[in-house]
Every structure is written in structure tokens, then in C-alpha cells.
């Protein structure tokens, strides 16, 4: 059974009253109205906005070089074919490549005529206006994505929260039986969650509409210091006093992972462990000394992990 989305309802509504209105007014050429507003909903507000000024521009340039070619040279396609030949540079310098195949439309109205008239250009005016008005009209509804968005939210923390259990998991017993499957499920989850945050900041107009992809850019930078603290605690195959100590804080934070900031606390606790170990006897083998180097590497990673949450200024 196929789906029809939101955005395709949007399209045939929208369709449907350009060409309604168009007609309406008795202009020629009415269904153009309705491809404009086809071209210009697009998946975001702001997107559909930058596809309508692109095609209004690229509209008025096809009206411009339409009277200049076909006055002087005369309706011709070779007039056709030289007026494209100089439109489409000046379109892109412009900026407006999106309008291209709107402006040739346009030129192509004007074109079978045979004659450029003040009527004429009224008429293309009101068509590109209604056509892209509409689109923007229609476009202004978006349904909200905050419930997705949160429980992308809930899902990502519930995976930091399975690796750091991991981590604890090896730390205290020196053996895993761990497939990490949840490294590919936490990657898969960003890139989702990030995609539809940013398409919910395309929907405003205001910059304090980012926060959740903030939230979602953070946890990607946290990721993947994750990952590299993996290796670094499957590389300690010796057991020592501080992987305890480490493995009790790690789980203190895999319990606290939220999109609140309490990370100053737990940098608190991790600058009192490194003075702690610091006043610990020196390592008396060779494996002690490596397994505890490991750990100060690990700490580093961890520091790295809270700072990072640390700037992050919570979700509103």
C-alpha cells in the first residue's frame, strides 16, 4: 500500500488553486501557475523560499531577454536558441540555477504568440506571482517533528549509556562478550536525528530553533571520542587498583546521560581522581605501569567527553 506524505498533499492542493485562481482571472497560459507552485513546494520553508526567489528572478531575466531577442531578431527558434545561450550564464550568475527550466517556460508563453505585448507581460507576471505565492501560502504548514526529535533524543542516550556500561563491564572483569552492535545503531541514530534537527531549523526563520540540532552535533563530537576510548580500554589486560575507581566513576556517568549539563560536577570528581592517583605509589611492573598509563589516556578522552557537554547549554 503506498503512502502519500504531507508535502505531496501540500503539492496537489496547492496545484489545484493556482490553476483554479489563474483561471479565474482569464489569463492565458493558466496551468503554468500550477507547475510553478509544482517547482516551489519544497521539503523546508526556507528551502521553498530560496526556489522562489530563484525562479521570480530567473522569470523576470526570461521576460527581459525575451522582449530584446525576439524585437530584434524576431520570433525564430534560432532567437529561441541564442536567448538561452546568454540567459542560462546570466542565471547562474545571478545565482537562480533552480529557475531555469520556470524562466524557459515563460519564454516559451511569450515566444508562441509571436508578439510582445504590455497584455502579455501582465499576464506572465501574474502568472509567475500566483504560482509561486501560492506555493509559499501552502508551504507555511509544517507538521511539528519535536516528539521524533526527542525520541531520537532518549534513544542516543540510552545507547551512550549500554557502551559506557561496556566499558564498566571490562574494566572490572577484564573479558567481554560485547558484539558492539550499539557503535552502529548509535551512528545510524545520529545521522537520522541530525538530518530531520536540520530540517526542522529549514522550517524557522529564527536562530533559537537550533537547539536540537546543537544537542545532536554535541553527542556526534561525544560519539566520537567514545570511540576512541574503546580500543584504549580493551588494550588494558591488566587489573589495577584505579580501573576500579574509573570503572565506578564511568558508571556514575552512564546513569546521569541527559540533556542537561551536569558535566561541571563530574569534572569536578575527575580532577580529584588524577589527584588521587597522583598520590598513589608508583607501579611496580611493567604491566601495572601499562595499564595504568592506559587508564591517564582514558581520563584524558573522558575530560575531552565533559567538556564538550560542558558547553553545551541544554535543551529549552
Known sequence: MFKIGYRTIKTAI??????????LLNLEFYTSAGILTILCVQVTKKKSLRSSLDRLIACFLGMLFSFVFFELIGYYAISVGLLLLFLIPTIVKFKATEGVASSSVIILHIFSTGNFTFDLLLNEIAIVFIGIGVALIVNLYMPSVEKNLKEYQVQ???QFGKIFKEMVSYLRTGESS???KEITETEELLQKAKSLAFRDVENHFSKLENNYYHYFRMREK???ILERMLPIVTSITHSVEQGEIIADFIEEVSDSIHP?????????KLGQMRKS???MELPTSREEFEARAGLLQFLNEMEHYLIIKQSFKGLS
Open 260 to 268: 542537561g549539563n551536569t558535566a561541571i560536577q563530574f569534572l569536578k
Open 14 to 23: 496547492g496545484a489545484a488553486l493556482a490553476i483554479a485562481l489563474a483561471q
Open 277 to 279: 592517583f597522583e598520590a
Open 222 to 224: 561525544q560519539f566520537e
Open 156 to 158: 542516543l542516550e540510552v
Open 178 to 180: 560485547w558484539d558492539g
